[in-house]
């Protein structure tokens, strides 16, 4: 009688079978891409220093990350002295200054790991998730954002998306249009929140946001004009002429656009002037992924110069993308994405068993066939048959083979299809073959 | 400049490329032995409620145990409602409990995840490690014994090691022989503190121990003389004749051997009377898999028909093992037995870069090659050929593609091999060929 402390603490999930094949489906592909750009895998410990992670997220990042409590005689102080890691970024900057000299000059890596946040769990929100990131480091050249926007079109296709949109834009671009419309500099990041809910609620409500937060009327016109008027790049780029930074990021976003129609991501990737992104530390380029029947993103990322700089006391150009793998999933869910394979279950065929005297020549069979790759159930205990099969049924196997007194001494073994129900005598040197021909 | 705060903190790693690929390589052999065995992947959330895991450890494991603070207004109270995963049994425990209904008849899973626990760190010993557990629950029959010991035996060869031993024991036989050898019930839990640390203090210091902790003298000698007397299974079970329990237990213990010749395990399994296990939820045979090179084990494992009534209500008969993949890691690396292509860098080739204006080119090569399974990692700027191939040299990527403006008018393109210096033209489209047959 399932009781209540015997679900997942809250915000957290179990993940049975079917749901982890589902998710190793993701990463295999996901990290096959980036493997093939030559990305390498980097691994960081869960828990960090909690002024590593302090600080870096802002405040309200600082109330969502998990404190852990310092051990022994300091048990009952309530001082903490760990935390969890809340996301891949931060971590990969520490261990960029720390390794700085055994690393290679562009130093390429992706990192899929759980991150948690002590968020308010709702749909698709948990306390415990996985990011896919991917970053290279080293380089200032628009190749890495290229090759990064190539990268994840690549995971999206392999996946089976066609209809995604990566959205392109740029930190400097945006400063350049906020001043352009008049915005006054400090209100520039608060201009941004309000900007950044244009999807949600429409241009009238930015308007009255950005009144809000102060920005004068006429600016808030002009903000709401260069930012919905499916500017081109050549229009922003206009826009922001007289603007040394702002001209520097539109150039840019057009050699992005140039590379980008040599890759993957041509077709996919377009500018959007309203594309803000939440974080504070990126300085550059700034790009989101999004499908039509999800609200939010897939993934973002960006060109952050600035944030290495804080472990290592020198700037590092980076750049990287961030891809959610429970937002992913719920929409392959809810799609039904998955290729056959990975719905199945684990063995290919159940061995039953009829009495303890045959066990040992079952548990050979199951080791010759296993021995030839194919994965094999031996039932447990002696049963009735009937009880075996459906046992078979219910794991959804597919195929059950009988070893009994009769088929030791022929030298064969009988296998019953568990749809159909049709059953065949096998020389048992061939059965590996046939279920494996079965299996196709 | 690494300082202090760019380390990982006390007892955790970070894993760079070359440790995730050792890492990934024993996991993937591990998933896929299990697999054929019919094991199923399980994952459980990191954190759990704290009662879950608070009590189920022993007096010494509740200090052991990562507790988180509680968020929002009680932060500052000092309070912990969570707790980092000490194990991957109870968390498995609580999934049976809470998914009963969901869940086969024999539930077989397999989970390789992390754990925490607040351990002095040694080495060898750290406060993050993984464990790779397999479990079959709802069976009382030694073929679940069996197959476990099968499975792991195939895990270890599968990975290279010949020279393990499966050390197997029952908990009603060590009870029995103790009690045979006139230790008073009371005291047979501090007995095999004792018995367990032979392999390290040798007889005399066991004997030394036992009269420590208050065994009579000719009470020690007689365990001394059980345990240490090269005891077979017959000898035991003729010492223990007389105790039903003991002699039930020596009777599965013949059938697991019995079972085992016809498995993988044959050869490598042997009874073992000093076995003695330390956590205190085994209720039925035991087994630790020992290397002559390393000191304690690499994994073990048993039955425990109790742990989940603690959660259920109702005992459910369960048997498991894990594996220790840091223990695993350590032997194989300084056995050197990963294979070469574990060794490997994440790229086949280097596309290098002459200039800007021939980088769409060279993006488009590069994804032609992709597409065809070649690991490609394009020199993210120009830069002189001599430093793009030293930069090849220090990542250990073995071929280098140069994709200039001759190359480009005659459909060529050149490669070079870092390691001879040669040189070839090959015709673009036979270059994917070219480096995959090179790779072999």
């Given at each position: 009688m399932p009781s209540q402390q015997t679900r997942p603490a809250r915000g957290m999930?179990?993940?049975?079978?079917?749901?982890?094949?589902?998710?190793?489906?993701?990463?295999?592909?996901?990290?096959?891409?980036?493997?093939?750009?030559?990305?390498?895998?980097?691994?960081?410990?869960?828990?960090?220093?909690?002024?590593?992670?302090?600080?870096?997220?802002?405040?309200?990042?600082?109330?969502?990350?998990?404190?852990?409590?310092?051990?022994?005689?300091?048990?009952?102080?309530?001082?903490?002295?760990?935390?969890?890691?809340?996301?891949?970024?931060?971590?990969?900057?520490r261990v960029i200054a720390e390794y700085r000299g055994q690393l290679p000059k562009f130093f390429k890596r992706y990192q899929i790991q759980p991150v948690w946040?002590?968020?308010?769990?709702?749909?698709?929100?948990?306390?415990?998730?996985?990011?896919?990131?991917?970053?290279?480091?080293?380089?200032?050249?628009?190749?890495?954002?290229?090759?990064?926007?190539?990268?994840?079109?690549?995971?999206l296709v392999a996946l089976g998306f066609r209809d995604f949109t990566i959205r392109l834009n740029h930190r400097a671009v945006l400063a350049g249009l906020l001043q352009a419309a008049g915005v006054v500099p400090d209100l520039h990041a608060s201009a941004l929140v309000a900007i950044d809910k244009l999807d949600k609620i429409g241009v009238e409500g930015v308007r009255a946001e950005l009144?809000?937060?102060?920005?004068?009327?006429?600016a808030a016109q002009a903000v709401v004009e260069s930012f919905t008027g499916a500017v081109s790049l050549d229009n922003a780029g206009a826009l922001v002429a007289h603007l040394a930074d702002a001209r520097a990021g539109i150039e840019q976003l057009q050699k992005i656009v140039a590379f980008s129609a040599s890759t993957s991501a041509a077709g996919f990737i377009r500018f959007d002037p309203s594309l803000a992104r939440g974080l504070s530390y990126y300085t550059g380029a700034i790009m989101e992924v999004a499908v039509p029947d999800l609200a939010g993103s897939l993934g973002g990322g960006g060109r952050y110069d600035g944030l290495i700089g804080m472990f290592l006391g020198e700037d590092v150009p980076a750049c990287g993308f961030s891809l959610g793998l429970e937002r992913i999933l719920v929409v392959m869910n809810e799609r039904k994405m998955f290729p056959a394979e990975v719905e199945q279950t684990s063995a290919d065929v159940l061995l039953t068993v009829f009495d303890d005297a045959s066990i040992p020549e079952v548990l050979k069979l199951a080791g010759e066939l296993r021995a030839r790759d194919v994965r094999v159930e031996v039932y447990p205990e002696p049963d009735k048959l009937g009880k075996q099969m459906k046992y078979a049924s219910t794991r959804r196997i597919a195929r059950a083979a009988i070893l009994g007194g009769d088929e030791i001494a022929r030298g064969e073994v009988t296998i019953k299809n568990l749809d159909t129900g049709e059953q065949q005598s096998v020389p048992r040197a061939a059965l590996a073959q046939t279920i494996r021909a079965l299996c196709k």
């Open positions: 999930r179990d993940f049975l079978p079917e749901d982890v094949r589902r998710r190793e489906y993701v990463i295999g592909i996901v990290s096959s891409v980036y493997q093939r750009y030559g990305f390498e895998p980097l691994e960081t410990p869960s828990l960090e220093n909690i002024e590593t992670l302090m600080g870096k997220y802002g405040e309200e990042g600082n109330k969502l990350i998990f404190k852990v409590l310092r051990r022994g005689e300091h048990e009952t102080s309530g001082e903490t002295d760990l935390a969890l890691r809340y996301d891949l970024t931060v971590p990969l900057a946040r002590a968020d308010r769990p709702a749909r698709g929100r948990f306390r415990e998730f996985f990011q896919c990131d991917v970053d290279a480091i080293g380089s200032r050249s628009m190749v890495v954002e290229t090759e990064l926007c190539s990268a994840v079109c690549d995971v009144a809000a937060r102060g920005v004068e009327e006429a």
